[in-house]
Structures are given as structure tokens and as C-alpha cells.
């Protein structure tokens, strides 16, 4: 094939029809034929020589040109596109190195091969636009539903045809035993579009509890218009789901805007979902009440919560321990992913237990460190004293309050509790002496000597290794793995020790040790303040 003034207009005409039937820019068809033309030219010249070829956008002509760059002497190193600056002067009246000479050469004659291997280039750059448009267009899809066609199924992996593209729904995201025959039309959630050698992939899915938060929004209006707020979603895809809503309006129902007349509007997901049974829960700021909520249908007596550990305790009849578990775990499984947190049912009567036997230790341990009768000691427990520091460092008021107890016995009870805590700190830092706990550790505030002795027997001897420490390695903490709650015990956490005030410890360990300077710890927190401010505006 040769570039001719016959076929010049046909390039043009080529690349717009390509550019049309593939849905991208022409000026891309345009330029991969640029280089497959100058491919072919480089065929024929010379692969050493930098031949371009540029197309005029109008006529279709295309001009071949030769390039060559000037260069210092020493730095050249293809003779045949590149020449020194003594060289260039021949062609140039000042070449200073850096310059390009453009010589133009005579089209070239295209032979089988050559045209052969322009096709292959002009066909893998419209294959990439393609992919580039594909990408373009469903990477700001993800999240949303969209209709598709099933194409095939591979290995339990329904291919579907989504229009501009094909898609993926994998065997594990599919309600149940679903199953689908081609042509069929089918509803899912674009869960993720990734960018990949191959092209982009896009995976959808129908088992992501977004999906059933997306089909709420297409079939409630007041969802959609934002004045009814899905807060969670918490599945178990083709059995039972949970779904927590607000209204930022008064007058409207959260719950009954989401059911509708006669239950239409939550019917209409359900049916969608495969008969997946539906809850849908008003959604409370406080957690206990929430959580009393998430377990509806069954009724709970007590809940106790704990922030810093994300668990709460969930006291129910012995009647309703079944209803709260659910089959298999799944009411209190879905209540817990709604919540975010880790839930332990008990009955009233397994709760009772529990507390006589905190009862019970408490009121043994006042009597072995203060002498006390045993009704004495129950009198301190009932009246809310859990520990001897209580007991020593208290208010004296507080301890008048109980039956039986004056000043010169209040005062007794706070004398023993000091001589003992002394005692036992005086045991615990000779132990920690022993250990090796230097003094650099020991007179560090914040520091108890029963800390200090718990940290020596986990190999924590010096400042050094305690300004090492992670703060859950001190404190302790959770870690998820596979969507299960794992609990990371920490040095001082018997003692109470909290997460921040670990990170105080640590960080002020740090500085005293010129490993950290104060005034960088600042500015980072003037950044993080300033940062904060600038989200909550934009807000």
C-alpha cells in the first residue's frame, strides 16, 4: 500500500469509523496510525534512523520526516539520529546541542508484512483506548447498581455483559445457590473496578450488605433524597439481614418510610435479595440502646458497656436466650456487625452468678489485707469499694456513710489500706530490683512499683526498653483477623492502664531520652488540629 493522494482521504475516513464503532477519540486512531506508518518506514530506512510520520488532520496527507539531534562529541551514541554540533553547522547557522534537524524522506511503499504489522499496531492502541474509556467510565460507578446480562458462567463465576464491557460476579458473591442461564437479566453492585495488564477488571456483587442499602435508596424516595439516613448494614446474604435507619425529619418515620404501605417497599428488596428476611431498626446515637434495638425481636434486661475494650454485655430472661442468639448465632452475629461491637449474651440468672462471685472475691480480699470480719467486708463491697486504694485515699465522708463506722474506725480502715499498699510496693520494688530494673525505670513518673515489677518480668529493665514499647503492648488491645476479635494482653493493663495514657507514658519516655524533640511533637499536632479544622468545614 503507498501513500498516495488517492487513498491520503482514506485515513481519515478509516480512523472515524474505527473511532465511532469503538466509542473513542478519532485523534487516537489518528495517532496510532502514526506510528504504524512510521513502523513500516523504519522497516525500510532503517531501524537506527528516528523517522516520524505526522498526518494532516484536514487532508489526510501524510508527511514523513527524518529527525536527528544534536549532541555533545563524547555523548553520541546512534550516529544515524544523532550528530555533534561541528556537524550540524552544515544544516544550521548556530546548533547548540539539544536542536533537532527535521529532513523530510519520500513516503514509503508498504508491502504485505509492513501493512500486516500496521494493522497489529493500530489495533493494540485502540485496544488500550477502549480499555482506558472502559476503566474511565465504571471506576465511578463502583458502589452503585447496575443492570447487566449474563453472558456465561465459568468455574461457578457468572460472566455478564454490562453494556460497554464484561464483567465478573464470583461464585462467593452470589445469594445463596443462586444460578443463571444465559441471557438472563440480573441486578448487582459494582463492588470494585481495577486497572489491570489484561484490561480493566470489574467485580460485582450481590452478597455486599451495600447492595441491600442501594436497593433501599432506588425503591424509598425519602432515601434517596437523603432525608432518611441508612446508618448500617449488617448481612447474612440470602437468610437474614439487619438494616439501621434515622430521619433528620421529625415528622417522618424512619421505619415505616422504609416498609411502606403494606410493607411494598421493603417487599420489593426482599424479593430481590432471594426471600432474605429483612429487620430494619431505628438507629440511636447511644450505643446500649441501639444494641437493645439491634436485637429486636428479643427483649433485654440490662446491658452493660465497655468502651475502651468495644465489648458489651447483654443481660436477657432465660426465655429470650434463644430468640437473642438466634440459629446458629445469626441475631446476635448481625446485631454485633451492626454495632461494631463484640456482644456476650448471658441469662439473668448466669449474670447473678457472676456478681455473687465478684461479690465474693472482693469481700476476700478486704478480709485478708484488713483484717476485717466477713460482714464488715461485705458492708464495704455493698457500699461500691472494689479495691484497697479506694479504701486508703477515699474522702472520709464516704466511709462515715456506712452503718457502724465512725471517724476513729474510718480512720483505722484507711491506716491499715496505706500500710499495706505500702508494704506490698516495697515488696514489689525489691522484686523489680532483683529483676534488674534500673533506677532510670523506677523513678520514672507515672511508674507504680508493682508496674515496674510487672514490666521487669516481661524483660522491660531500663527507660530504653520501655521508650520501645507500643502502647498496646502496654495497655493492650484487640485485633481483628478475618473479621474475628482476638485480645492482645498488655503489660499494665491489670493495672488499668488506658491506651492514651500509654501513649503519654511512651512518648514522654521518648523525649526524656532526646529520641524525640518537643517541638516537632507540636508542630504535628498544630498539623493534625488544622487538618481536623479544615475537614469539619468542609463538612
Known amino acids: 500500500m ?18 465511532r464503532e469503538k466509542m473513542i477519540d478519532p485523534e487516537l486512531v489518528v495517532e496510532a496510525m502514526e506510528e504504524s506508518l512510521a513502523r513500516a518506514a523504519k522497516s525500510r530506512y532503517g531501524a537506527e534512523l528516528d523517522i516520524r510520520v505526522s498526518i494532516d488532520r484536514k487532508t489526510g496527507k501524510a508527511t514523513f520526516t527524518r529527525v536527528r539531534t544534536v549532541v555533545e562529541d563524547d555523548m553520541i551514541e546512534n550516529d544515524r539520529a544523532e550528530l555533534n554540533v561541528a556537524d550540524a553547522k552544515d544544516y544550521l547557522d548556530d546548533p547548540k546541542v539539544g536542536d533537532t534537524i527535521v ?21 493494540q492502541k485502540v485496544r488500550e ?38 464483567a465478573i460476579l464470583r461464585r462467593n458473591e452470589k445469594i445463596g445457590r443462586e444460578s443463571y442461564r444465559p441471557n438472563d437479566r440480573i441486578r448487582v453492585y459494582i463492588k470494585d473496578v481495577r486497572r489491570e495488564v489484561r484490561g480493566p477488571q470489574i467485580f460485582l456483587s450481590r452478597t455486599d450488605p451495600q447492595f441491600m442499602a442501594e436497593l433501599f435508596k432506588m425503591e424509598v424516595p425519602e432515601i434517596y433524597d437523603g432525608i432518611i439516613e441508612i446508618k448500617a448494614v449488617a448481612r447474612d446474604p440470602g437468610s437474614r439481614a439487619k438494616i439501621a435507619v434515622i430521619s433528620h425529619d421529625g415528622s417522618i418515620d424512619p421505619v415505616g418510610a422504609c416498609v411502606g404501605m403494606r410493607g411494598s417497599r421493603v417487599q420489593a428488596v426482599v424479593n430481590e435479595l432471594q426471600g432474605e428476611k429483612i429487620d430494619i431498626i431505628p438507629w440511636n446515637e447511644d450505643q446500649p440502646t441501639f444494641l437493645v434495638n439491634a436485637l429486636q425481636p428479643a427483649e433485654v434486661s440490662k446491658v452493660v458497656l465497655d468502651e475502651e475494650a468495644e465489648r458489651i454485655e447483654v443481660v436477657v ?10 440459629r446458629r448465632g445469626q441475631n446476635v452475629r448481625l446485631a454485633s456487625q451492626l454495632t461494631g461491637l ?56 464516704e466511709l462515715l456513710v456506712i452503718d457502724g463506722v465512725d471517724d476513729d474506725t474510718a480512720s483505722e480502715l484507711q491506716a491499715r489500706a496505706r500500710d499495706y499498699l505500702e508494704a506490698a510496693a516495697k515488696k514489689a520494688l525489691e522484686t523489680a530490683r532483683e529483676l534488674g530494673a534500673q533506677d532510670s525505670l523506677i523513678e520514672f513518673e507515672g511508674l507504680t512499683p508493682q508496674m515496674v515489677e510487672a514490666l521487669a518480668k ?14 498496646w503492648e502496654l495497655a493492650g488491645g484487640w485485633t481483628t483477623v478475618n473479621g474475628e476479635r482476638s485480645k492482645d494482653d498488655g503489660v499494665l493493663e491489670p493495672f488499668d492502664v488506658s491506651l492514651e495514657e500509654a501513649q503519654k507514658m511512651v512518648m514522654t519516655a521518648r523525649i526524656q531520652l532526646g529520641w524525640v524533640d518537643p517541638a516537632d511533637l507540636a508542630s504535628e499536632e498544630e498539623a493534625e488540629d488544622g487538618a481536623e479544622e479544615t475537614a469539619e468545614a468542609e463538612a
Open 342 to 397: 463484640d456482644i456476650d449474651i448471658m441469662t439473668e440468672e448466669e449474670e447473678s452468678a457472676r456478681r455473687q462471685a465478684e461479690f465474693e472475691v472482693r469481700t476476700k480480699l478486704f478480709m485478708e489485707t484488713l483484717d476485717l470480719d466477713e460482714f464488715f467486708a461485705q458492708l464495704l463491697v455493698s457500699e461500691g469499694f472494689t479495691s484497697l486504694e479506694e479504701v486508703a485515699y477515699v474522702e472520709v465522708g
Open 103 to 123: 529532513d523530510e524522506v519520500p513516503p514509503v511503499e508498504m508491502g504485505r508484512i509492513a501493512a500486516q504489522s500496521a494493522k497489529q499496531v493500530i489495533l
Open 458 to 471: 516481661d524483660d522491660v529493665k531500663t527507660l530504653e526498653d520501655f521508650a520501645t514499647c507500643a502502647d
Open 317 to 326: 430472661p432465660e426465655e429470650q436466650l434463644s430468640l437473642a442468639i438466634g
Open 2 to 19: 503507498a501513500i498516495t493522494s488517492a487513498n491520503q482521504l482514506e485515513l481519515l475516513q478509516t480512523a472515524e469509523a474505527v473511532a
Open 129 to 166: 483506548a477502549e480499555r482506558d474509556r472502559q476503566y474511565e467510565e465504571f471506576k465511578d460507578r463502583v458502589g452503585t447498581i447496575i443492570n447487566g446480562q449474563v453472558k456465561r458462567e465459568e468455574y461457578g463465576n457468572v460472566i455478564v455483559d454490562i453494556g460497554r464491557g464484561e
